[in-house]
């Protein structure tokens, strides 16, 4: 069992910041990919930004330049900095790992955290 434990959302204005960090724990042998993903309701999850084993990165085109991925390998966690946030980054944050859980399986399995509020107000 893998449980993705996130923090850092809440309130700010246009123009402020906020850190969201993303812990991973349990039967965890090795984590692949790390990412965050956001959603409004309405619409469907998109990807924020993913940081691989080897530190390589993607973000989506709307972040770019301004949010910033960032993980810790020995601690198996995620960190996004969000800078310069607007209205329209308004939505629940979650997180998500593909982990495998045994050296046995070379397969990694998804996982996702609970989701965390982020609210951009004009």
């Known amino acids: 069992q893998v449980n993705l434990v996130e923090s850092g959302g809440g309130l700010v204005q246009a123009g402020g910041s906020l850190r969201l960090s993303c812990v991973a724990s349990g039967s965890i042998f090795s984590v692949v990919n790390m990412g965050w993903y956001r959603q409004v309701p309405g619409k469907q999850r998109e990807l924020v930004a993913i940081i691989v084993n080897d530190g390589n990165t993607k973000y989506a085109d709307s972040v770019k330049g301004r949010f910033t991925i960032s993980r810790d390998n020995a601690e198996n966690t995620v960190v996004l900095q969000m800078e310069s946030l607007n209205p329209g980054d308004t939505a629940v944050y979650y997180c998500?790992?593909?982990?495998?859980?045994?050296?046995?399986?070379?397969?990694?399995?998804?996982?996702w955290g609970q989701g965390t509020q982020v609210t951009v107000s004009s």
């Open positions: 998500q790992a593909d982990i495998r859980s045994s050296k046995l399986n070379p397969f990694a399995s998804r996982y």
